[in-house]
């Protein structure tokens, strides 16, 4: 029997593809290498997940590899690794993992080294130029001379010396004279001392933390590094990577949106001459090929990325960070394959036996549960590293005030005496768009989405009602479609706070920052340089204004609505709440002066904002630890979500309703819950449900979900349905 190939496919099915070995002649692959493999009439590009001396599959029908794609595994032992336990865990197909792990260039059969072309000159062409050859062809000629001189020339190289010369070199090469060659690309590596420049001198905690993990450069460790914002947590991030790549490795370093950050990045670049790979959804297929190709070489010594850049390849890893590690955008939540880069970027030091570093200002609660458990090692940062100091907080009832346009007086005087004192102020609001409703004031009709169990947003300023559900957008009609009479936007989004701070305050220029206003990559930037150079002095923005930037004269900061959120039916909802609070309350003072946070409630006495305000971040996540503890929820017990929609709010409850039916008897310790329908349970024209499978134990749900998918999978009704697993899902319907 000849060796067997194993080949994961891109594809939903569960299973692996034995091959031949390819034609004689053909050296063959190394597990983790991409190879072109026949595929019913199709050729498809599958990665070779291991060799076996026997198959299943009847001898005759057999067929052999096409082509080995890589001579070193896109894949190495490392990241296969990962990438099988991923699959594993997460009880997704392995091959549409792997496929999921490389850029979309490389799944296609793309090369995964850069190559170039190269010419030089051959013996004859070497006689003829000694001889001045040819004379009569003066760009010939200049053409041979400059190869005589360089040894050779790369076709960059030769387009910037002599303009159109691609004519010239067919001419000389039919005669023999100069020849081509596709050499792989060598890129100059820089010296391994790679700072550009020195930071500051660093306080005490920021030593030991810095201590802390480079004690463990050999080893595995998980450490939490604690600290609000400005406190120095992306400095201590610098020492230890300074000290990681002058030990020759390389760094990987995550964040939830790169966009949002380009101080971030600049200060990455400033510091360190080593190169650097950066990896974001903003890139063209060609710029990820070719910013993956940079990490895959080795070329690049740290590897920016958001969250699928976990899968990047490292060699020689030496640290992995990941920042502002609560963020939810760690999550992949849509399509197929569904997973946390946090976690697997956990799984993935450990694997290397390398730190991992998780900085928050406000670490999700179950890693505060890994850290009380001693599973991870806390590292906590005090205090500002500047001069700063800790911004005040204080709720404003609104229940007790006169509010216009969503401002109490209260609010607007803040601002007013902030801006007197030359300080600026950021205005927090959770909403986009002019106003979340439009109604009739005459028979009460309000805009709906058609396709979802939703209201339709007003944009006035571009005369559209959007769903922000479905991206339903249509004209924003004059009257009302039912009766005729006036309509009027009802309730307040970031464009009516903007026109409103507008009339308040003309005096002031304004800014906005939300997803209408940053559409392309670089909006955002343009937005903040507004704010950083002083020119706008107020900033009124959703959750992207609580992310990652620098505005050091912001002084006060207005969270307008803390009520969403506060009786969700998500067990996740106060703490996002809370992380969102802290969050936004950070952008206060970060220069040198005091900043003061007004939070407008309607709530005042609800136990999650006195708690957060009495006791800060910790004691918030004490309590809410505490009551999760209570009702056995994450991270005390284990959630796995079925999830489906269809047609008919019937239909999708009817396939979940099967499935569950599947497991009668589940095991004990495993607890199915539903199907129920989801709280929005119309959207985009699909009805959503879910059913829950909970256990205390990971083992036992695992142990679960092994037996019982293969079996949901055959349901006759899982065919017609779209549905999906999310393992450890952070969004419940
Ligand atoms: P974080 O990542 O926690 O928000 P940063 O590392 O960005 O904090 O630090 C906040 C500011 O303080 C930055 O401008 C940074 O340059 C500065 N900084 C950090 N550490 C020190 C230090 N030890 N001495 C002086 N300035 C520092
Ligand atoms: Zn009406
Ligand atoms: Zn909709």
Request: hydrophobic share 45%.
């Amino acid at each position: 029997m000849p060796q067997i190939f194993r080949v994961a496919l891109d594809t939903p099915l569960r299973r692996l593809f034995d091959y031949l070995p390819p034609r004689s002649g053909t050296v063959p692959p190394a597990v983790g290498a991409r190879v072109r493999v026949p595929f019913g009439r199709q050729r498809l590009v599958g990665v070779i997940t291991g060799l076996a001396d026997h198959s299943d599959v009847p001898a005759a029908r057999l067929r052999p590899i096409l082509e080995v794609l890589d001579a070193t595994p896109v894949l190495d032992g490392g990241l296969g690794k990962l990438l099988h336990w991923a699959a594993e865990y997460y009880h997704h197909p392995l091959g549409e993992v792997l496929a999921g792990a490389l850029p979309r260039a490389l799944r296609l059969g793309a090369s995964s080294v850069a190559r170039e072309e190269r010419w030089l000159l051959t013996e004859a062409g070497t006689v003829g130029a000694t001889a001045g050859e040819p004379r009569r062809a003066p760009k010939q000629r200049a053409l041979v001379e400059f190869l005589r001189e360089h040894g050779a020339a790369d076709a960059t190289t030769l387009a910037a010396r002599f303009g159109a010369w691609r004519d010239a070199a067919r001419a000389l090469s039919a005669r023999g004279w100069i020849a081509s060659a596709e050499v792989e690309l060598e890129r100059a590596r820089p010296a391994l001392t790679t700072v550009r420049s020195e930071g500051p001198e660093l306080l005490p905690e920021q030593s030991s933390a810095v201590a802390a993990i480079t004690a463990s450069l050999d080893r595995f460790g998980a450490f939490v590094l604690h600290g609000i914002t400005g406190s120095g947590k992306t400095e201590v991030y610098l020492r230890v990577i300074e000290q990681v790549l002058l030990a020759g490795r390389r760094a990987l370093v995550l964040v939830p949106e790169i966009g949002l950050t380009p101080q971030l990045l600049e200060r990455f670049r400033q510091r360190f001459a080593a190169p650097l790979a950066v990896l974001h959804s903003g890139l063209t297929d060609q710029e990820r090929l070719s910013a993956w190709r940079d990490a895959f070489s080795g070329y690049a010594r740290i590897v920016l990325g958001t969250r699928s850049a976990v899968f990047a390849p490292l060699p020689e890893p030496g640290v992995i960070v990941v920042d502002e590690e609560h963020d939810s955008s760690f999550k992949q939540h849509e399509g197929g394959f569904r997973y946390s880069a946090r976690d697997l970027a956990v799984m993935r030091a450990r694997g290397a036996g390398v730190p991992v570093v998780l900085g928050s200002a406000t670490p999700a609660l179950e890693t505060l549960h890994n850290v009380q458990t001693a599973r991870y090692r806390l590292l906590p940062l005090g205090r500002r590293a500047t001069q700063a100091r800790p911004p005040t907080l204080k709720l404003i009832d609104l229940r007790g005030h006169a509010v216009r346009g969503g401002l109490s007086t209260p609010a607007v005087l803040a601002i007013e005496r902030h801006l007197a004192d030359e300080g600026q102020v950021l205005v927090f609001l959770n909403r986009r768009g002019y106003a979340p409703t439009l109604l009739c004031t005459a028979c009460g009709w309000i805009a709906p989405c058609h396709e979802c169990d939703a209201r339709l947003t007003v944009h006035l300023a571009s005369g559209r009602l959007r769903c922000h559900h479905c991206g339903a957008d249509l004209p924003l009609p004059p009257r009302c479609p039912q009766c005729g009479f006036a309509v009027k936007p009802v309730g307040q989004g970031t464009e009516r706070v903007e026109e409103t701070l507008g009339a308040l305050f003309p005096a002031a220029a304004i800014a906005r920052l939300d997803r209408d206003v940053v559409r392309r990559p670089g909006d955002a930037e343009g937005v903040m340089r507004r704010m950083s150079s002083g020119e706008a002095r107020i900033l009124v923005g959703t959750q992207m204004v609580t992310k990652g930037h620098d505005f050091p004269n912001v002084t006060l900061v207005v969270v307008l609505n803390a009520d969403q959120g506060l009786f969700s039916t998500d067990f996740r909802a106060p703490e996002r709440l809370a992380q969102t609070i802290v969050q936004v309350a950070g952008r206060a003072g970060r220069g040198s002066r005091a900043g003061e946070v007004l939070i407008q409630t309607e709530f005042p006495d609800h136990p999650l904002l006195t708690d957060l305000l009495a006791r800060g971040y910790e004691g918030f996540a004490r309590v809410a630890l505490a009551e999760r503890a209570q009702a056995a929820w994450p991270p005390f017990s284990r959630l796995a979500a079925l999830r489906d929609s269809a047609r008919t709010a019937d239909a999708a409850l009817a396939f979940l309703a099967q499935a569950r039916g599947l497991a009668r008897r589940p095991p004990s310790g495993v607890r199915l819950l539903g199907p129920v329908p989801a709280a929005m349970h119309k959207r985009a024209g699909r009805y959503h449900a879910q059913l829950l499978i909970e256990s205390r134990e990971r083992r036992a749900l695992h142990a679960f979900l092994d037996e019982w998918l293969p079996q949901v999978e055959q349901l006759k009704s899982a065919r017609a349905a779209r549905w999906s697993l999310d393992v450890d899902p952070i969004e419940l319907y």
